[in-house]
């Protein structure tokens, strides 16, 4: 396969990505174009927010092009369709790509993962690793084998790593869970291996719902993956929520409320700076207070009177 590569400024990589992708190339990437050097500068936003610029002052716009593909057509139609002159944007140029197994490459990046002394996440394409299988020695040890499919959901970013951690270190024996934003399952399969009771998964993506339930069934565990509108009213011992600190303020009414009297609420995906934020959105049903900060995150627990 080939590669177009030309480059472009900041208010024009939008315009000149979407006219590439019209134009039938298969996928497009802006890079910026002072990457390594001095005028490198930063490029980010908040967690779940837009970042304020979309791209860099000089950008290198990357267009995957389908075999048999013209790259001289396919760059004069994307310069007319986003208005631009191709002599003022000074030309492009064609690179190979590498044959690889894609799959298998990003797979790799991820290998299994010990939360603690006997608990390990292991990424089904590790399933058979000397790594994984140390801990196999304990006759304790809990594994976790996980496909996150199209879900988020790896066990690898600190806010699954807090809140596994407080399932390991706190979670009542046979208590009732729901593990609302479940992605992958990792937290609610956790749980139940922990010793949890009855547990529900709930995710607004049919995919992350999918894959938990494929992952449920992996791990031997037995629980209900569903879509919000499925889940039956009802309190729990325990509410997980593993999100971003916006989504949690505005569901902050419907979690509170699904924490049973006596029940405990942990909710994760916050920065340490917005702590204070999200416990004053919960302040009106329970107090939350920072059980573990990692990486810059926190865990928020919080128990119902």
């Given at each position: ?106 797979q790799s990046q991820f290998g299994p993962i010990q939360i ?34 199209l879900a988020f959901g790896t066990g690898s970013h600190p ?147």
């Amino acid at each position: 396969m080939r590669e177009l590569v030309l480059h472009c400024l900041e208010a024009q990589a939008e315009a000149l990505s979407d006219a590439l992708l019209e134009a039938g190339v298969l996928s497009v990437s802006v890079e910026d174009a002072d990457l390594g050097t001095e005028a490198e500068r930063p490029l980010f936003g908040e967690p779940g927010t837009e970042p304020d610029v979309q791209a860099w002052n000089r950008n290198r716009v990357v267009a995957l092009l389908p075999d048999g593909a013209g790259p001289a057509q396919i760059y004069e139609q994307a310069m007319a369709a986003a208005g631009l002159d191709p002599i003022q944007a000074g030309g492009w140029t064609l690179r190979d790509v590498p044959d690889a197994d894609w799959v298998r490459l990003t797979q790799s990046q991820f290998g299994p993962i010990q939360i603690s002394q006997r608990l390990w996440i292991v990424p089904s394409w590790h399933r058979d690793d000397a790594s994984a299988g140390r801990a196999a020695l304990d006759d304790d040890a809990i594994h976790i084998e996980l496909d996150p499919g199209l879900a988020f959901g790896t066990g690898s970013h600190p806010t699954t790593h807090l809140c596994l951690a407080w399932l390991e270190a706190e979670l009542p024996p046979g208590a009732t869970v729901l593990d609302y934003g479940c992605g992958s399952g990792i937290l609610a399969i956790a749980a139940r291996k922990l010793g949890a009771g009855a547990t529900d998964a709930v995710d607004i993506d049919p995919q992350a719902v999918q894959a938990t339930a494929d992952n449920a069934l992996v791990n031997q565990v037995d629980l209900q993956a569903l879509l919000p509108d499925a889940l039956a009213d009802g309190t729990y011992q325990v509410v997980v929520a593993n999100i971003l600190s916006n989504p949690l303020k505005v569901l902050a009414p419907m979690l509170a409320g699904r924490v049973a009297p006596g029940g405990q609420l942990v909710l994760s995906g916050v920065l340490e700076r917005q702590a204070e934020e999200v416990a004053t959105a919960y302040a009106p049903w329970l107090a939350m207070s920072v059980w573990q900060a990692r990486d810059g995150w926190v865990c928020l627990h919080g128990r119902k009177a």
